[in-house]
């Protein structure tokens, strides 16, 4: 039988020296201002087994890892009408990309990068204002991760929303293609607020658990989502969770996941396990450096992989 917990502290253990390598996000001025040393990991299995190492249990910046969340409740209130709004193709370039959005007339490539996830809160905030939508992204983590005890960071939304230029841009070009159905402001508000969700690994991995569990929570019993619509968003975070760096992932780590620049990584081992990881510096297309490669180690030491038994 596989000691999990033998593989993880090993790979916190040897990734050790190299704490601190890759660059963190500076252009949220209150992520640059996170330590790029730390690290923290955290892997829950289907049967409910955690294993913790490093600083699994403090609370980092989730980013686009919210993502994830909110292509689910807004396939929850819309269902498959929702790619009338976003492509399922990955975009081959940078998570904050303007000028494939030009050529496509407003219609972002994928719900992950920037456009395509500022295109689904705009889902997510139909009948709502934006206090609510806000809340019913918040609750729906609490509600998955089965914890009261995860909050927005009110500093990293405010930073994000003082300084988010470049996302002010996507979502008034959605808005002239009429893309968008709700005001820039709104729609960018509840957005700057879903990233700056601040989470454990540990929250983060079993919040992600209905994921590997064909859309069932099995921790608490839960039907989240169905066994087909886990199988989609899975199929999503493998082709387009890490933006230009997506094939490069599915190459190294052969599961699906979706990475945030806060340095949070969630990769999903179906029918294994949840597995979140954090370590701040970032690669050029915007990764976590060392939280792929403790997940390419993870995925060589355990076996697991979506393309082989
Ligand atoms: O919109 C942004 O730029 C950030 N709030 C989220 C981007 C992000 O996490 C990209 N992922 N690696």
């Known amino acids: 039988m596989t000691d999990l917990q033998a593989i993880v502290d090993d790979i916190h253990r040897e990734l050790a020296p190299?704490?601190?390598?890759?660059?963190?996000?500076?252009?949220?001025?209150?992520?640059?201002?996170?330590?790029?040393?730390?690290?923290?990991?955290?892997v829950v299995t289907v049967d409910g087994a955690v294993h913790l190492a490093g600083e699994a249990e403090k609370a980092f910046s989730i980013q686009s890892i919210s993502k994830v969340f909110t292509l689910t409740i807004a396939l929850g209130k819309h269902g498959e009408a929702i790619w009338n709004r976003v492509g399922r193709e990955p975009s081959g370039s940078a998570f904050n990309s303007i000028v494939q959005l030009e050529h496509e007339h407003g219609k972002p490539r994928n719900p992950f990068i920037n456009a395509g996830a500022i295109a689904i809160t705009d889902l997510v905030l139909a009948g709502h204002t934006p206090k609510e939508a806000i809340g019913e992204v918040l609750r729906f983590m609490r509600f998955l991760a089965d914890e009261e005890d995860i909050v927005i960071d009110r500093d990293v939304a405010q930073s994000e929303q003082a300084t988010g230029y470049r996302n002010f841009a996507l979502a008034n070009f959605m808005r002239s293609f009429e893309k968008l159905s709700h005001p820039v402001e709104h729609v960018l508000g509840v957005y700057f607020h879903q990233c700056a969700i601040a989470m454990s690994c540990?929250?983060?991995?079993?919040?992600?658990?209905?994921?590997?569990?064909?859309?069932?929570?099995?921790?608490?019993?839960?039907?989240?989502?169905?066994?087909?619509?886990a199988r989609r968003i899975n199929a999503l975070m493998l082709t387009c969770g890490h933006y230009d760096g997506s094939g490069d992932f599915a190459y190294h780590v052969g599961l699906p996941g979706k990475s945030g620049v806060g340095g949070g990584i969630l990769a999903v081992a179906p029918g294994k396990a949840?597995?979140?990881?954090?370590?701040?510096g970032l690669n050029r297309n915007g990764n976590s450096l060392l939280g792929s490669i403790a997940l390419e180690m993870l995925a060589n030491r355990t076996g697991w992989s979506v393309f082989a038994a």
């Open 274 to 280: 949840s597995v979140a990881v954090w370590s701040p």
């Open 18 to 42: 190299r704490f601190g390598e890759g660059k963190v996000a500076d252009y949220i001025p209150q992520l640059a201002r996170v330590d790029p040393k730390q690290f923290g990991m955290a």
């Open 202 to 229: 540990r929250q983060l991995a079993r919040a992600g658990l209905f994921l590997a569990a064909s859309g069932t929570n099995p921790l608490t019993g839960h039907r989240v989502v169905s066994h087909m619509r």
